[in-house]
């Protein structure tokens, strides 16, 4: 039926006016090196921290990286958690600066820099950035970030976004 494409016929697009901003993490190398480096002081455990940023559009610019202690005791391999009140005081002293938290970082300890359905799970900052550092044998390896995309709990979904070092 090859036949039946005419690719050249194609009409142009009539929305190519709207603005559509792809999704993606804008990060200065420093604190890219830092929650690296993170993963690979808490090794064999899980570490975690928080983005602090601006948002612009479907973009997170993150400013500074702020570690958070690993509240998962009983499975620090594999799990991440951050304590409520830490999380509210993070928050707090990013808003003095006029920063909010864009996103959330943690690592994967001998596993690959993917998602699993327990951090999306445990995923509740729709539109935030979850940075996922993969640490083999001690040395962090790979980076990825996922966006947090959905309109609701049922509707949650990670999509992989760019990460770009700004600065
Ligand atoms: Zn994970």
């Not at 559509?20 to 975690?48: F, K, N, V």
Request: negative net charge; hydrophobic residues 35%.
């Amino acid at each position: 039926m090859a036949w039946l494409v005419r690719p050249n016929s194609v009409s142009p697009c009539l929305c190519a006016s709207v603005v559509i901003t792809t999704a993606m993490l804008l990060i200065p190398q420093p604190a890219l090196d830092s929650l690296r480096r993170h993963g690979e002081e808490t090794y064999p455990h899980e570490c975690c921290g928080v983005l602090l940023g601006r948002m612009n559009g479907n973009q997170r610019v993150v400013e500074s990286v702020v570690r958070a202690g690993n509240t998962r005791l009983d499975s620090l391999h594999n799990r991440y958690s951050i304590d409520p009140r830490e999380l509210v005081r993070i928050q707090r002293a990013g808003r003095e600066r006029g920063l909010d938290i864009v996103g959330f970082y943690h690592s994967h300890p001998d596993h690959p820099a993917h998602w699993s359905q327990t951090d999306l799970a445990e995923a509740h900052w729709l539109g935030c950035s979850y940075v996922i550092t993969s640490v083999e044998k001690g040395r962090a390896a790979v980076t990825n970030s996922f966006a947090l995309a959905g309109d609701s709990e049922e509707s949650k979904r990670f999509e992989p976004e760019a990460i770009e070092q700004i600065e």
